[in-house]
């Protein structure tokens, strides 16, 4: 108990002062004893002899009065460390477990009114609150890896700067996206190197009248750079936050809206432009039936022309849009083939291609929209007829391999360079567009071709080779 610690305190303090004190006088009084009195007599007589005893009697008398006076002291030394020392302690180990818990506690001046207060107490509650503050600290370095795991994780770049510009943070996706080497620890180092001008002080003091976004490409990567300052716990700022996003998809994309848009625009404007030719060259004068019925015919074909390029158009809208009805059905691939051909016998015969279709035996059925792997079908057919010059040869072979049932088409037209290979599929690319406006391509028919085969889970591959020929292999997964 405390009071059992202030009493050895001063009984400690009192012991040990006894020693001292009467071990000094003792030793004095040894001494003066041990003098040659006999010498001291022949020189001074009978009085010195009792001016000596007179010394030890006075010797014997200072040394009790002091340790009367340590005893005294020591008394006060122990009631001073029971005050300032020892009630604090018995406090701290009352407000221990409240303090661990979280509450705010005053410990007020007083003496200490609970009796529990022994040593293995006070180490309890030191363990208790060592135990709390380790949980603690634990939660922050969890925190602080989860925060660290997700920087390190994320695609977009995280630059942390501080106020003289140097380096705090930086995650790979940063380094990755800006081509950033151990040179380049700096503000200015790093953001002149992909010519950004841009101000430290300024986004720090001026935040609001500086821009904070900037938009840059780094080689073939077009990325978006925010800058933000952050503060400290009082309010000033510490530093500059920066977030590199690659927008290089977004680009993209947004140049494919532009150009499909121009593209639109420009096959939408040669039909009409000739309809209203021809139509205004009619209404301006009278001409025979030959030459009306001629102007006529550029009129409607132009029509055609214009409401099949509509109609491609309304076709892949609906397959972006997924409002596409598919009706799944299961069907043979191979009659399906045939039925094709069958379909595009005239325009065969006219230029005089040989035709051959060889089907396995072993294709299951496939299930999927039957209408629209029609429409590929026919599609890759006919490309496959106007493309080839009169008296070409086309196969097509149908089989299986693993799931998926094929259809390989193989032409020796005038096939495709291979430069082109890499964007026939996109829309309104053509690899000749005189030939293919002559022969009244809309230049979207690959396209809307890989749009249908990916809703039905299926491929598309071309390979070819300029005055060669072209293969297509179409891969639909059975059932």
Sequence with gaps: MIKNIQLKIILIFSILGIILIGGMGTFFIYHLQNIDLQNLALQNGEELQNFIFTQIQNIKTITIILIGLFGLISILIGLFVSKVILDPITKLIDSAPKIAAGENIIIEKGTAKNKKTQIDELTSAFNLMTNELRENLNEVNRQKKQIETILLHMTDGIIAFDMEGKIMHINPAATDLLKLTEKDNTFEKIFAKINIDINLEKIIYLE?????????????????????????????????????????EHVKLDNMRKEFVADVSHELKTPITSIMGYADTLLEGEYDKETQDKFLNVIASEARRMAKLVADLLILSRYDSNKVKKEESEFDLGELVKKCQEKLQLEINKKKHEVECFVTANVPPVKADKDGIERVILNIMTNSIKYTKDGGNIKIYVGFVYNDAYIKIIDNGIGIPEEDLSRIFDRFYRV????????????????????????????????????????VVIRIPTK
């Design 208 to 248: 609001n009248w500086t821009s904070s976004e900037q938009r840059v490409q780094v080689e073939d990567k077009y990325l978006n750079i925010l800058f933000a300052s952050f503060k400290d716990e009082i309010d000033r700022p510490s530093g500059i936050m920066v977030v590199i996003q690659d927008i290089t």
């Design 432 to 471: 000749d567009k005189a030939r293919t406006r002559e022969m009244g391509g809309t230049g979207l028919g690959l396209s809307i071709a890989k749009e249908i085969l990916e809703q039905n889970r299926g491929s598309i591959d071309i390979k070819s080779e300029k005055g060669k020929g072209t293969e």
